[in-house]
């Protein structure tokens, strides 16, 4: 993570449209901010797509392609955040604090985990890893799953460890970097980056790891080292900000893999192969925050409990709660896992660091 700082612009007048009404060959008011400093972006290293380019002009305005094939096309919103490209190629994702606001304290919690310095102006710029939902390409083994939520488990564990509570982990702010699983296109995720065509069908988890990423610290807290006395937040229900990670943690679990449940209007449901996890994610989930398990402490119950599994279960398809896969794809799936078993791909599929 690095950090960029912008001269302050507040001064500046702006052209005001409302984000669902503009038509798309003129900028929101969002994007009208991020072309405002294309130059200071670029001369730090990093280019934003041509639509925020000084004197952009709409490129299908020219009738030599369809809107829809067109890159610069493409709409931010709501606007914080924005992908890019760094000097070296690498694609990145940019996200802008006021820091008038009161959000400076993702940046300190940034800090913290990357040793940069940063002064104090206008706006900051936070440089991250262009990341993706974990959803847009379904997990297909238990053991995919697993390494998945080892990392989760590992990444807070370590946050916790010194002494930072994230204050909101949910599915959404869990995310990955494109790789053989993943395209690099950050809005139609099907979509090449130029929008010349699709893009290749994704490798699976097993055979191309992926490492995961935590973010979202807008809601994250440093304690330092604080008494744990200091540490009672008001909200239910969890008495202390680390209890309420741990909370977190064990209702997504329960949610997204072991018992289902309704989140943003969807309806998820239960999957098959997970029950091993109950009774460890009863105790993170405890009504009484003074007896949940610490981070310590969940990491290596998960950890024991993943050494009881035999090769075929963390092999076995993720599919949900009273469901089968069906002939033809059961023997596709478990034809690739005999290949993977006989190139001895191990079924946890676990990441370099």
């Known amino acids: 993570m690095n950090f960029a700082l912008a001269p302050d612009s507040s001064n500046q007048p702006e052209k005001v449209l409302h984000p669902q009404t503009f038509p798309s060959n003129e900028l929101s008011i969002n994007e009208s901010l991020w072309s405002k400093h294309y ?24 009738g030599l392609r369809k809107i829809s094939e067109c890159e610069d096309a493409v709409l931010l919103l709501p606007g914080h955040t924005i992908d890019a ?9 940019l996200k802008k604090i006021d820091l008038r606001s009161n959000y400076t304290e993702e940046i300190e919690i940034g800090k913290l985990f990357s040793s940069l310095e940063l002064s104090e102006t206008g706006l900051a710029f936070i440089v991250m890893p262009l990341l993706y939902t974990t959803q847009l390409v379904p997990f297909e083994t238990l053991g995919e799953v697993i390494e998945y939520i080892r990392q989760i488990l590992e990444g807070v564990h370590f946050m916790h460890e010194n002494n930072v509570a994230h204050g909101h982990v949910i599915l959404n702010l869990l995310l990955q970097p494109p790789s053989a699983n993943f395209c690099l296109q950050i809005v139609i995720p099907s979509m090449t980056l130029d929008y010349s065509g699709k893009v290749s069908q994704p490798d699976t988890r097993t055979n191309k790891p992926v490492k995961y990423y935590l973010v979202g610290f807008h809601k994250s807290i440093n304690y330092h080292n604080q008494d744990s006395q200091e540490k009672e937040w008001v909200d239910k229900p969890s008495k202390y900000q680390f209890a309420a990670d741990i909370y977190y943690l064990g209702n997504m679990l329960s949610m997204h893999f072991l018992d289902g449940g309704r989140n943003m209007g969807f309806n998820i449901a239960p999957k098959q192969g997970f029950e091993f996890m109950r009774k460890l994610i009863s105790d993170m989930m405890n009504g009484d925050p003074d007896r949940r398990p610490d981070m310590g402490e969940v990491v290596a119950r998960f950890n024991s409990l993943v050494d009881g599994l035999n090769n075929i279960q963390l092999r076995s398809p993720v599919i949900s709660a009273g469901e089968t896969l069906g002939i033809y794809k059961s023997m596709t799936h478990w034809a690739k896992q005999l290949i993977y078993m006989a190139q001895g791909i191990p079924p946890i599929p676990t990441a370099d660091f």
């Open 39 to 62: 130059q200071f972006l670029s001369e730090h290293g990093y280019t934003l797509r041509n639509r925020y380019r000084p004197g952009w002009k709409a490129s299908w305005l020219s």
């Open 85 to 93: 490209t760094r000097s070296d190629g690498m694609l990145v994702a």
